[in-house]
């Protein structure tokens, strides 16, 4: 895990490093499993194109997974996720690469952050575009600097 | 003008409660097993003393999971041919033809730790009539609240869709 982040460490404009998902086959039957969700496009391809759909679909909700992973993973360990809003826009597809990036649109007090962030698919269609909200730390005084 | 989606009698749902309130106990197992579907190792989750580490009292469950972690678990008889359950609670009745999945919003008020036992209640929040280029729409929001042992609202939901 990479060093803790500090609200010290950002300002509006930071840009959050990107981060590509990329979900197996067996991963989504284990999302299904794990959600106790039996909706069939997200396993049974034949049955998914009788919706219209050209392969199994990752689940909205994995993709909300992968976007508070991204986030928490930024704010590091003491840092806290204090809101998620997304809309689920297009089809993701299992084994294609989802690049998440996103900037710091604002500093506010108490160490309150707020993030922009977009999922993209690997033909650079925006998936998901999202907003979030985290509360960082401040440094510790006295620490030695790095 | 967008009138006639909403009937009187659903309009009269907003605010009401949807279900009723559905009450569990978050094991670490069962919250590990969604972490892990999701490819999620954060060691708070799975290192009890990283989460003391981190001003936490124990390990934490990734705040999605309360999503999950309160069914439906329903018989196999209640699945509809694509897979999903049959509709339970109180529906909420539109004069259109379809109903797509919008999105979410979360926010989390306190931490969720392994072993909490959380109640949740949905509520129908607004049914907004729109006019889009491509005709009328419903943007519907309905909203859940998570409620820990200690009656502390640790976080709450909203699910947004879109009727048209």
Known sequence: MSAQLYI???????????????????????????????HRIHYDREYAAEEGHPDVLVHGPLQGAWLHQYVAGWA????????????????????????????????????????EITEEDDTGQVLVPATATVRLPSKPTGEASA | M???????????????????????????????????????LNPLYFDEEAAKGAGYRTLVV????????????????????????KGGGRRVNLNVKRV?????????????????????????????????????????STETSYTNQHGETVARSRGLSIAR
């Open chain 1, 76 to 115: 590091g360990p003491l840092g806290r996720v204090a809101g998620l809003r997304w809309q689920n826009r297009g089809r993701a597809y299992p084994e294609r690469d989802h690049v998440f990036r996103g900037r710091v649109t604002s500093v506010g007090e108490g160490g309150l952050v707020e993030l």
């Open chain 1, 8 to 38: 010290d460490d950002v300002a509006i404009g930071t840009e959050m490093p990107a981060v590509t998902r990329n979900a197996s086959r067996a991963q989504l039957f284990l999302f299904s499993a794990a959600t106790n969700n039996p």
């Open chain 2, 100 to 140: 797509m999945f919008g999105g979410e919003e979360w926010d989390f008020l306190a931490p969720i730790y392994a072993g909490d036992t959380i109640t949740a209640e949905t509520r129908l929040k607004a049914l907004d009539e729109k006019d889009g280029s491509s005709g009328p729409f419903v943007l519907q």
């Open chain 2, 2 to 40: 967008a009138a006639g989606l909403v009937p009187d009698e659903t309009r009269a749902l907003v605010g009401q409660v949807l279900s009723e309130p559905v009450t569990a106990t978050i094991t670490a197992k069962e919250s590990q097993r969604y972490a892990l579907a999701a490819d999620d």
């Open chain 2, 62 to 85: 990734p705040p999605l999971f309360l999503g999950w972690a309160l069914g439906p678990f329903r018989p196999i008889t209640e699945l509809r041919t694509d897979g999903l359950y």
